[in-house]
């Protein structure tokens, strides 16, 4: 650490939940730093948006275990709050001048100095990627990289400046009242995901409400009358080279600010996510949205995932197989959307490895070292062995799922796996193409990818078993791409979102939309027990109906 007569620091491990709190006097106050981890590691450094912390507003991603494990696994985490903006923080005094955000941008600095960094990652959301963008165009030797979440560039638009002096005098006149957290939110979330008349508000939104119970008015007074005067940067951005990476969900009211912020950079060193059915904040809202396009942000850097903690259902192909050279920054100008381009990606992605001399024989031994949890396939072969029709629907790929189910033994149980075909190519090259044809006519879906509806697949399993009689599913899915076909159940079905993922979120927030039973599930334990529970259930109500239908008959 580097020594300072302006500087000083305070222990608060265990308040922090293994983190080390910082109090760092700089040149316009004083600033909150959490660090997480070894700090002989590169170091990452984040930003949180109006009212927010680290706790607040990144707690939702470093919580999610695959994202956690790529981030914990290469950086040290240095969490900086805005001034005041720190768990217990006292109110700043009145009569203090007033920051600008140059003056918050020019605190990074002053905070990097203290800790003897070099050249650093950052992580911002909105107002807090607007103040890292700003260090990072002022200090560009500082900054190695930006993962920017539903940023801000441009000055206050008429709209935004209204709406942030409305806050501006909540907070003056009445603190943080009622009305004024509810404006936050409606910055924060997606309307889903924030309830209403009939629907209750979702977990996240009621932590984030308890925690900005404990802000200080008047210093979230003051980080909102340095953002509501913020200048333009729109034309510093041509500047910038650094690679960036932009995610922003569509229903942000900040979307098009990201599209305009991408629009500007070098796309040979930028790239967009789209995020669907999410607000601003996608750390805490979609935090799985973010793991794949930054595994290969990072690959870009050398960085990866390490092997052991890749069990994500979404990533099984191990970063830590695939050389780091492979991300060139020009391989990020593409509009990334894990969704709906989700397929081109890693059709791009296969034909770049061959390129660099990897062959389909290094990604299928790759792809053995995924790790599949043993209660999972504990249920896969109970459940094939009580006669059980197992079948796979999955915006994967063919390649990556026949192979990891072979490794593991369990092939053999699945009659069908509808998903998105694989070929090698005269060339020996891996290609990944969409499950639908995508030159001819569209699936009409609004809530799936063009290149795969699995409402529609379900449908035609219905249809295909409706002569010999009816059947009974049990749908297992986590992604946004899983709600469709979980509409398309019906009540004697049953549907088992994984708990805080994508479609167990869609289904809390519209509960009624659902006719099949949903019995939610955590971990590979839950689901197997889950799963044979509901079989014992089906089974014992089919001889029920089997036996009152023979008695009905024997009446006649």
């Keep these: 650490m580097a020594d300072s007569n302006d500087s000083f620091s305070v222990d608060m491990e265990k308040i922090h939940l293994g983190g ?29 948006d109006l009212a927010l912390n680290h706790v607040s507003c990144f707690q939702g991603l470093f919580f ?20 005041g903006h720190e768990l217990g923080a006292a109110a700043i005094c009145p009569e203090d001048p007033l920051p600008s955000v140059d003056d918050l941008a020019d605190q990074i600095i002053e905070v990097l100095n203290f800790f003897g960094l070099g050249a ?10 607007y103040i890292l963008t700003l260090f990072a165009l002022k200090y560009r030797e500082r900054v190695l990289g930006l993962i920017l979440v539903s940023p801000l560039c441009k000055a206050p638009s008429w709209s935004e400046w209204f709406y942030n002096k409305l806050m501006s005098n909540l907070l003056y006149f009445y603190g943080m009242c009622g009305l004024l957290k509810e404006c936050l939110l409606q910055r924060y979330f997606s309307k889903e995901v924030r309830g209403s008349a009939g629907v209750p508000e979702s977990d996240i939104v009621q932590a984030c409400k308890r925690l900005l119970d404990e802000r200080q008015a008047i210093n979230v007074f003051r ?93 099984p192909l191990s970063p830590s197989c695939i050389s780091p050279e492979l991300l060139s920054p020009e391989s990020m100008g593409l509009k990334l959307k894990p969704i709906k381009t989700r397929v081109s990606l890693e059709d791009r992605m296969m034909m770049e490895l061959h390129s660099q001399g990897k062959t389909v024989e290094n990604i299928t031994e790759c792809l053995k ?11 896969i072969k109970a459940l094939h062995a009580l006669g059980c029709e197992l079948r796979i629907i999955s915006d994967a790929n063919q390649l990556y799922i026949e192979t990891i189910l072979e490794h593991h033994g369990v092939l053999g149980c699945f009659s069908q796996i509808d ?29 799936c990818p063009p290149n795969m509806c699995k409402g529609l697949v379900i449908d035609q399993i219905k249809a295909s078993v409706s002569d010999s009689g009816k059947k009974r599913f049990i749908y297992l899915g986590d992604g946004s791409g899983d709600y469709c076909p979980s509409l398309k159940l019906g009540e004697s079905d049953f549907v ?39 079989i014992d259930t089906i089974a014992i109500e089919d001889n029920v109906k089997s036996a009152n239908a023979s008695q009905s008959n024997s009446s006649d």
């Design 64 to 83: 999610c275990p695959e994202a956690a494990s790529l981030l914990l696994h290469n950086f040290c985490i240095y969490h900086i709050s805005p001034p």
């Design 496 to 534: 088992m979102p994984r708990k805080k993922y994508p479609l167990w979120k869609h289904i809390c927030g519209n509960p009624m939309l659902i006719k099949a039973k949903v019995h939610e599930w955590s971990t590979g334990e839950e689901q197997e027990r889950i799963l044979l529970h509901l």
């Design 120 to 129: 650093v990652m950052c992580m911002g959301v909105t107002a807090g990627a």
């Design 223 to 315: 980080f909102l009358q340095a953002i509501n005067r913020r200048p333009d940067i729109t034309e510093g951005l041509k500047r910038l080279r650094c690679r960036t990476l932009i995610f922003v969900g569509d229903s942000s009211p900040f979307h098009s600010e990201a599209l305009h912020m991408t629009s500007k950079l070098d796309r040979r060193f930028s790239a967009l996510v789209e995020v669907q059915a999410c607000g601003s904040m996608v750390t805490e809202e979609q935090p799985h949205a973010m793991l794949i396009p930054m595994e290969f942000f990072l690959m870009g850097y050398g960085l990866y995932r390490p092997c052991h903690f890749s069990d994500s259902p979404r990533s």
């Design 419 to 447: 998903t998105n075909p694989t070929f090698v190519d005269e060339e020996g090259r891996l290609r990944i193409f969409p499950f639908h044809d995508l030159n001819s006519t569209p699936h009409g879906c609004k809530l």
């Design 369 to 379: 070292g995924t790790p599949l949890d043993k209660h999972i396939i504990a249920a």
């Design 20 to 48: 080390k709190e910082h109090l760092i006097r700089t040149g316009c106050g004083s600033v909150s730093v959490i660090v997480y981890g070894d700090q002989d590691k590169p170091a990452l450094i984040t930003y949180p």
